[in-house]
Antibody, heavy 122, light 108 residues
Framework: EVQLVESGGVVVQPGGSLRLSCTASGFTFDDYTMHWVRQAPGKGLEWVSLISWDGRSTYYADSVKGRFTISRDNSKNSLYLQMNSLRTEDTALYYC???????????????WGQGTLVTVSS | EIVLTQSPATLSLSPGERATLSCRASQSVGSYLAWYQQKPGQAPRLLIYDASNRATGIPARFSGSGSGTDFTLTISSLEPEDFAVYYCQQRNNWPPYTFGQGTKLEIK
């Protein structure tokens, strides 16, 4: 059974930093592209970032480019999101999600974690 | 950036009825459109990918159609567990890949 468990969400002040983690199980982690998708309270879904299965390719939404960094440690079946220079508009539930096909950038997340809440507030 | 517009924003129907949800893209996305279901307090669940392919374990009452700029998600006969928010997502032109704003399917 595929499981994705996010952690690291807390309340942080504007301008602060935070690192989110996602631990994966139930599939061959190093075969799949991974995503971060966020959802502001009461709002819709917004793609944040993705990283290829081998970690060589990363992509970001314009809203986070230059502030967030995605990474992975395939030896630990873990995905990360380093978030710097946080803004109030970054407040959201952050989901980790697995792409649907092995060793491709398919961009169809087929399994999602339950999310971790990041609140940026003074 | 491709904008996806979903309609209606809210759809009120009764169990057993047929639901038709629409997603329109600001430019062609070919067949690279997916649909997700999200229930309160839960993560999104993939229903349909590439416009018309059901994901693993998705009941046959869910079907998708369309290509180019106009897409439809149809639920042939609503079950109580189908009342949720539905999102479309395109992957034809990225980054970014984008989601629609959602359609809330509520019990009438």
């Amino acid at each position: 059974e595929v499981q994705l468990v996010e952690s690291g969400g807390v309340v942080v002040q504007p301008g602060g930093s935070l690192r989110l983690s996602c631990t994966a199980s139930g599939f061959t982690f190093d075969d799949y592209t991974m995503h971060w998708v966020r959802q502001a309270p009461g709002k819709g879904l917004e793609w944040v970032s993705l990283i290829s299965w081998d970690g060589r390719s990363t992509y970001y939404a314009d809203s986070v480019k230059g502030r967030f960094t995605i990474s992975r440690d395939n030896s630990k079946n873990s995905l990360y999101l380093q978030m710097n220079s946080l803004r109030t508009e970054d407040t959201a539930l952050y989901y980790c999600a697995k792409d649907s096909n092995r060793q491709q950038l398919v961009l169809v997340p087929d399994y999602w974690g339950q999310g971790t809440l990041v609140t940026v507030s003074s | 950036e491709i904008v996806l517009t979903q309609s209606p924003a809210t759809l009120s129907l009764s169990p057993g009825e047929r639901a038709t949800l629409s997603c329109r893209a600001s430019q062609s996305v070919g067949s690279y459109l997916a649909w997700y279901q999200q229930k309160p307090g839960q993560a999104p669940r993939l229903l349909i990918y590439d416009a018309s392919n059901r994901a693993t374990g998705i009941p046959a009452r869910f079907s998708g159609s369309g290509s180019g700029t106009d897409f439809t998600l149809t639920i042939s006969s609503l079950e109580p567990e189908d009342f949720a928010v539905y999102y479309c997502q395109q992957r034809n032109n990225w980054p970014p890949y984008t989601f629609g704003q959602g359609t809330k399917l509520e019990i009438k």
